[in-house]
């Protein structure tokens, strides 16, 4: 059996429950692969562990980067380049400086936080996703268990500590390597042939 292809996948209907499943899951030391819900459910993060983000430190340096790059060209521009009297005031005007330096300061900073993050979560537009239950995007909140990252214990097992902790379903999921590597062309042309109910993406 190898890693990131054999799930057992959880399935629930409150975010209540699947908050209180998810810290008694991590409580008897499972690993959860990775949680997916409808909507955003406040507190999910803090439930599973994660470290606090380091987007924003992303996005002060791309925002100071942004300002430097403003001010510096407006130096140039202005002071170096062709400079030009305009009602009195000296070439370099700092106050004059703020509002291109703002735009420019929001500008590198939203589209260097956009980069970083699809870089950073491996989201290519040409990728292919994995669909572990297709009710995650309407109304049900699906927790994914590697099987292999938790090979101390049995698939019974699991599956018995799910349901204790409040899951309504509990199935499997396996992906083979056509899934895991799936074509992108191909997997449009079958969206578009088959719509989302395509057998070549539904659930084993």
């Not at 959880?10 to 409580?27: N, P, T, Y």
């Not at 430097?68 to 305009?86: F, R, S, Y």
């Not at 799910?162 to 997997?187: H, W």
Request: net charge neutral; glycine share 6%; hydrophobic share 40%.
């Amino acid at each position: 059996m190898e890693k990131n292809k054999h799930f057992i996948t959880g399935v629930f209907s409150d975010h209540s429950v699947l908050l209180s499943a998810v810290k008694k899951i991590r409580e008897k030391n499972i690993k959860i692969h990775e949680v997916f819900t409808p909507y955003p459910v406040h507190h999910l993060e803090d439930a599973l562990g994660y470290k606090r983000s380091w987007m924003p430190k992303a996005a002060f340096l791309f925002g100071i980067t942004g300002t430097t790059c403003a001010i510096l060209m407006q130096v140039l521009m202005l002071g170096v380049d062709w400079p030009m009297i305009i009602g009195g005031k000296p070439f370099i005007s700092i106050p004059d400086f703020v509002p291109v330096s703002f735009e420019m300061t929001v500008l590198f900073a939203a589209f260097g936080m956009v980069g970083t993050f699809f870089f950073v979560r491996d989201l290519k537009p040409y990728k292919v996703p994995r669909v572990f239950d297709r009710r995650s995007t309407d109304d049900k909140h699906i927790v994914a268990i590697d099987l292999v990252a938790n090979n101390e214990k049995t698939q019974d097992e699991l599956t018995s500590i799910l349901q204790e902790s409040g899951a309504e379903e509990v199935n499997t999921r396996n992906f083979t390597d056509s899934d895991n590597e799936a074509s992108f062309v191909k997997y449009v042309v079958d969206l578009f042939s088959n719509g989302v109910t395509s057998s070549s993406r539904s659930l084993s």
